[in-house]
């Protein structure tokens, strides 16, 4: 069985960005290496409402935190079957965003911590009730907040179709994201975490994952 690893961080931190040198590492290592990457806004119906939502498309949906993180939810649900068979075929499934992500904005606008009610909720939902897999790492991406908001900002003026969404122009909501991030992490919630706040040696990372 290979192993589920979730790089989470804010919009702009990089994920995309070290998944792509992850994989690259780990192949080199002899890995085999699947990706995925949540929400699955081109193959899923639930994901396809949330950004609909999110650019306020969807009537007062959008402002209802339970609603649209249980969307995200039934997405995850919807692929745990795929995200098993990867990591029965593979030895790396990484996986941008997961169950962690909808624990951190969901607590944020909530205005809640990491010991709140709402990751609880999370957790009960996705891990118990619908089985998603459970991770075995996850990597916190923690730029400079302003490196992140920058990266985000040119994304959208440079990318076709990235126009920042409700929850990525919310500066306040950034900021209180990135601060649930970091006691998920102190928590070790779900699995062991590592924190990656400057330049990555994905090399070293790559054989400390697999090891």
Same mark, same amino acid.
């Given at each position: 069985?290979?192993?589920?690893?979730?790089?989470?961080?804010?919009?702009?931190?990089?994920?995309?960005?070290?998944? %792509?040198?992850?994989?690259?590492?780990? @192949? /080199?290592?002899?890995?085999?290496?699947?990706?995925?990457?949540?929400?699955?806004?081109?193959? %899923?119906?639930?994901?396809?409402?949330?950004?609909?939502?999110?650019?306020?498309?969807? @009537?007062?949906?959008?402002?209802?935190?339970? @609603?649209?993180?249980?969307?995200?939810?039934? %997405?995850?649900? *919807?692929?745990?079957?795929?995200?098993?068979?990867? !990591?029965?075929?593979? %030895?790396?499934?990484?996986?941008?965003?997961?169950? /962690?992500?909808?624990?951190?904005?969901?607590?944020?606008?909530?205005?809640? $911590?990491?010991?709140?009610?709402?990751?609880?909720?999370?957790?009960?939902?996705?891990?118990?009730?619908?089985?998603?897999?459970?991770? *075995?790492?996850?990597?916190?991406?923690? #730029?400079?907040?302003?490196?992140?908001?920058?990266?985000?900002?040119?994304? +959208?003026?440079? +990318?076709?179709?990235?126009?920042? $969404?409700?929850?990525?122009? $919310?500066?306040?909501?950034?900021?209180?994201?990135?601060?649930?991030?970091?006691?998920?992490?102190?928590?070790?919630? !779900?699995? #062991?975490?590592?924190? !990656?706040?400057?330049?990555?040696?994905?090399?070293?990372? /790559?054989?400390?994952? !697999?090891?």
């Amino acid at each position: 069985m290979g192993r589920l690893i979730v790089i989470e961080g804010l919009d702009g931190a990089g994920k995309r960005t070290l998944a %792509d040198l992850l994989s690259a590492q780990l @192949g /080199a290592a002899g890995a085999t290496v699947a990706r995925q990457a949540f929400p699955r806004y081109a193959s %899923d119906i639930h994901a396809e409402l949330v950004r609909d939502a999110l650019y306020g498309r969807l @009537g007062d949906l959008g402002s209802s935190v339970h @609603g649209i993180a249980l969307l995200f939810a039934l %997405d995850r649900r *919807d692929a745990a079957a795929e995200l098993r068979a990867a !990591l029965r075929e593979h %030895d790396a499934l990484l996986v941008d965003r997961y169950v /962690a992500s909808n624990a951190a904005y969901g607590a944020a606008r909530l205005h809640q $911590d990491a010991a709140g009610e709402f990751v609880a909720w999370v957790r009960a939902l996705e891990i118990d009730r619908f089985d998603v897999p459970v991770p *075995d790492h996850h990597l916190l991406l923690a #730029p400079p907040r302003a490196v992140a908001a920058a990266r985000a900002a040119h994304r +959208e003026r440079t +990318e076709a179709g990235r126009e920042r $969404d409700a929850f990525e122009s $919310d500066a306040g909501l950034q900021q209180r994201t990135e601060d649930v991030y970091a006691q998920l992490a102190s928590d070790s919630w !779900l699995a #062991p975490w590592t924190r !990656l706040s400057g330049a990555v040696d994905a090399g070293a990372l /790559a054989a400390r994952l !697999l090891g």
